[in-house]
């Protein structure tokens, strides 16, 4: 049983700034990977972020590569996300997530690939 809550969100201006971060409770294994989804209003949930286990590979999706910036503590079973220039599109649902046991330097982007999901924080981006 791994329960994450994720915090952080709320209404920012285009071209600010907002860290979301996420912490896992419960029963946890190493290894596995952190991640981060958004679902925008009618639309299906994305790729946003991931990290590895061992912190020394991360990727991104396009849309937020060179924005957006992920982290983990794994003392804290915590996950971030640092997110700058945000733009109106970047409005929606966030929220982290935790795979199933894979190796420590391996990160994946695909929905199926995570076990474990947080209840999302909401980020409202306005122009």
């Known amino acids: 049983q791994v329960q994450l809550v994720e915090s952080g969100g709320g209404l920012v201006q285009a071209g600010g700034s907002l860290r979301l971060s996420c912490v896992a409770s419960?029963?946890?294994?190493?290894?596995?990977?952190m991640g981060w989804f958004r679902q925008a209003p009618g639309k299906e949930r994305e790729f946003v972020a991931a990290?590895?286990?061992?912190?020394?590979?991360?990727y991104y999706a396009d849309s937020v590569k060179g924005r957006f910036t992920i982290s983990r503590d794994n003392a804290k079973k915590m996950v971030d996300l640092q997110m700058n220039s945000l733009k109106p599109e970047d409005t929606a649902i966030y929220y982290c997530?935790?795979?199933?046991?894979?190796?420590?330097?391996?990160?994946?982007?695909?929905?199926?690939?995570?076990?474990?999901w947080g209840q999302g924080t909401q980020v409202t981006v306005s122009s």
């Open positions: 419960g029963r946890t294994f190493s290894y596995y990977a």
């Open positions: 990290i590895s286990w061992s912190g020394g590979n991360t």
């Open positions: 997530a935790i795979t199933s046991p894979i190796p420590p330097n391996t990160v994946k982007a695909g929905a199926g690939e995570y076990d474990y």
